[in-house]
């Protein structure tokens, strides 16, 4: 999508068309859907401030369709990318790193998912993908150009992380910030809210839901068995289970919306609640009783919080180790694709909560307090004495249903 160029907020022109001059200048790089959601969790600690002002701008992906019109339906004020990077901005915010090294502007960069448990694949002319024991977003390639450290605060939610860097990226060592993760204090807070997100989706008390969760790619559950919410469909009685299916953002736009419903229409008839990429999957995992999932990092938050998880088998090598999807992935109950899915879902337990925490955050409930710090910090202002609360996550809206804030 071709934008044409703002003369404000940001600009050498800017101070003759801007109501509120002498703002500090935050870009947020928003690669795609999934890193859009990260940074719009941490662009609020600063955006409500008088002092601050925040501009987007979509980064070079190859999954970034899409990404310029959902913030434009939020209200953010989008930049081209050729314009962003022609500007000098006093911070930004990046959980994806395409093309950060054209932004001028001190960077803090940070994970999309939870933590880093994605290896760094290679291919080479005519080969299969090789996974590597590099952990993806702490390895110089992503972090370091022509010698130089990219980001001013590489944002980090373990302090085993740290250990990591050293070993992969030792100049980015100075930049690293062990600050927890927004995404699980986000979900913690959310889950007293469990009631109100099960009554707008439809789930009656005596009920209980089962999602189903895919990551993007030939080893992530829609990809290797495309049959399974058709099976689960089937095999589940609807009067006792309501179904509900995640599917990574990047599947969603590799193959197209209409597509994904296409392929998806007889279980939409069936009643399947099926997320938008662009609606927050958070309330749907903590409204779940139990996920059956794959090694994305969906199905490691939904250990997190006490969900009961089965897990596609043949997860071996497909992320790094020590990570939290590492844990989860050796740990959970496996799924037989054949025998009966009802037996193994009363037969699932849930892992316990407390071990995969451990591996997922060190700092949890912190990651607000500790992030909004970094981001003043590198701002050069004065943080506000009065922090804004964490808030639950919003109700999603399925097709036929308005969203509920009762």
Not at 156 to 168: A, G, I, Y
Not at 179 to 206: K, Q, T, W
Not at 337 to 355: C, H
Request: aromatic share 6%.
């Amino acid at each position: 999508m071709t934008h044409e160029w703002r003369k404000a907020p940001v600009g050498i022109d800017a101070e003759h068309w801007v109501t509120r001059p002498d703002c500090r200048s935050v870009l947020a790089v928003a690669h795609t859907i999934t890193s859009c959601h990260r940074l719009l969790d941490v662009v609020e600690y600063v955006e409500d401030d008088p002092r601050v002002q925040v501009v987007f701008t979509v980064g070079p992906d190859v999954f970034s369709h899409g990404v310029v019109r959902y913030l434009e339906s939020l209200g953010a004020l989008v930049l081209p990318w050729q314009h962003a990077v022609r500007e000098r901005f006093d911070l930004g915010l990046a959980a994806s790193y395409g093309g950060l090294h054209e932004v001028h502007a001190p960077l803090v960069v940070m994970a999309h998912g939870a933590g880093h448990g994605k290896p760094v694949s290679n291919r080479g002319p005519g080969t299969a993908v090789q996974r590597t024991a590099t952990a993806y977003g702490l390895d110089s390639q992503r972090l370091t150009r022509d010698g130089r450290v990219l980001a001013a605060a590489v944002a980090l939610s373990h302090d085993d992380e740290l250990d990591v860097l050293d070993r992969q990226c030792p100049e980015a060592l100075d930049a690293a910030v062990v600050v927890g993760d927004p995404c699980f204090d986000r979900i913690v807070v959310s889950l007293p809210d469990r009631p109100r997100y099960r009554r707008a989706l439809g789930v009656d008390e005596h009920q209980e839901l089962v999602v189903v969760s895919s990551t993007w790619g030939r080893n992530g559950l829609f990809g290797h068995w495309p049959d399974l919410l058709s099976t689960v469909m089937d095999q589940l009685p609807a009067h006792r289970f309501r179904v509900g299916a995640l599917l990574h953002p990047a599947v969603w736009h590799a193959h197209g919306h209409r597509q994904i419903r296409a392929w998806l229409r007889d279980c939409r008839e069936a009643g399947l609640l099926l997320l938008e990429p662009t609606e927050d999957w958070r309330a749907l995992v903590v409204a779940a009783d139990y996920l059956i999932g794959d090694h994305g990092s969906v199905t490691t938050y939904a250990a997190a919080i006490g969900r009961r998880v089965l897990i596609q088998p043949g997860l071996a090598g497909i992320v790094t180790g020590g990570s939290p999807q590492a844990l989860v992935t050796s740990t959970a109950g496996r799924l037989d694709p054949g025998r009966r899915l009802l037996p193994q879902l009363e037969a699932a337990a849930a892992m316990d909560p407390t071990a995969v925490v451990a591996r997922l955050t060190s700092r949890p409930g912190q990651a607000a307090t500790i992030l909004r710090r970094t981001l003043y910090r590198l701002l050069d202002l004065t943080e506000p004495s009065r922090h804004r609360r964490v808030e639950p996550v919003d109700v999603p809206r399925l097709p036929g249903r308005e969203r509920s804030h009762a």
